[in-house]
């Protein structure tokens, strides 16, 4: 564990405690989580939850139970499979992304007494999920990661000089809708030209995303669900257009077609979730937890960098968290 990660994670155990102190006695034994995730890409974060609840002691069919009936792929469905997860009447939901969050909320409704988690929320307050960072309230709270898609246009932008950048976006999805605003607010202030090309399919995709990609300096992925599903075929559109990938979503810090990203870490959430998780099991109330806010890491790909022909400045990669040879 890195020192960036143990103070992370030391800090946020600070925080429970302090929140802890208003605790109820009431301690749920042998709690059944019910799960809600969207997206195929995030299977692997809920694993690592668990592997996380695992070290606190939560063993699986033993004194935990999770409920999960596989990940939601369509927009469409997240509202029924909400229900569902409610219906099975869980001491405990859990949930991973801002379109999940947001579909719980409404399953659960304003007078749940069922404590609410979540974790890849891009922008909880912006999105609705929660009243404020410090206090949540609706006996919710989770981890968020608001630094993360500014920053990580910036460093595309150190990295290459990209001042056209074409921004795959499915509007529907909420995380990409709060990333997206975080971006634009960055691209202003860094005098970049985004063209956000609106799509929700894979079809959409071959017809769209090709063309701006050929009059753009680079691509750039967004914290979304609907990116993370369908990023062998944007890699593939990029590689094509002969251009580089920045990315801001945790799920894709390390893959093969981005150049640069700056995202938190998957080990560093689950562990942060594990946390909230185990103090509303023994009795906090969700929504007097602050939202974690993980430290984000600098990936830097000079294996892609060789491939497109791009150095990346020196500056830039002795900056680097990860730099992948």
């Known amino acids: 564990m890195s020192w960036r990660r143990t103070f992370t994670v030391a800090v946020l155990t600070c925080l429970i405690a302090v929140a802890g102190c208003s605790a109820s006695d009431t301690e749920t034994e042998d709690p059944t989580l019910g799960i809600l995730l969207q997206g195929s890409a995030l299977v692997a974060q809920y694993e690592d939850f668990k592997a996380a609840m695992a070290e606190l002691g939560y063993i699986e069919g033993e004194s935990i139970q999770y409920l999960f009936n596989g990940p939601v792929i369509e927009n469409a469905d997240l509202e029924s499979s909400a229900e569902q997860v409610v219906a099975a009447d869980p001491d405990v939901v859990v949930t991973w992304t801002s379109s999940s969050a947001l579909a719980m909320d409404r399953a659960l409704g304003p007078d749940s007494a069922i404590p609410h988690l979540f974790s890849a929320v891009t922008d909880p307050v912006g999105s609705g999920v929660v009243d404020s960072l410090e206090q949540p309230g609706h006996n919710t709270t989770g981890v968020g990661g608001s630094k993360a898609p500014g920053k990580a246009l910036e460093w595309l932008n150190r990295a290459t000089g990209a001042k056209t950048v074409v921004v795959p976006h499915d509007p529907a999805n909420a995380g990409g809708v709060s990333s997206l605003k975080i971006v634009r607010n960055a691209a202003d202030a860094l005098n970049i030209t985004l063209d956000v090309v609106e799509v929700s399919s894979a079809e959409e995709i071959g017809r769209k995303v090709p063309k701006a990609a050929k009059q753009s300096d680079a691509m750039f992925y967004l914290t979304s669900s609907f990116v993370s599903e369908n990023v062998d075929q944007l890699n593939a559109i990029a590689t094509a257009a002969d251009i580089p990938i920045g990315n801001s979503a945790a799920p894709l810090a390390k893959n093969p077609g981005v150049l640069i990203s ?64």
């Open 262 to 325: 700056y995202a938190d870490t998957s080990a560093v959430r689950a562990e942060s979730l594990a946390l909230l998780t185990d103090a509303v099991i023994h009795g906090a109330n969700a929504g007097d937890l602050p939202v974690a806010d993980p430290e984000a890491f600098l990936t830097v790909n000079l294996e892609r960098a060789s491939e497109l022909g791009i150095t990346i400045p020196a500056a830039v990669v002795s900056q680097a968290d990860t730099v992948l040879r």
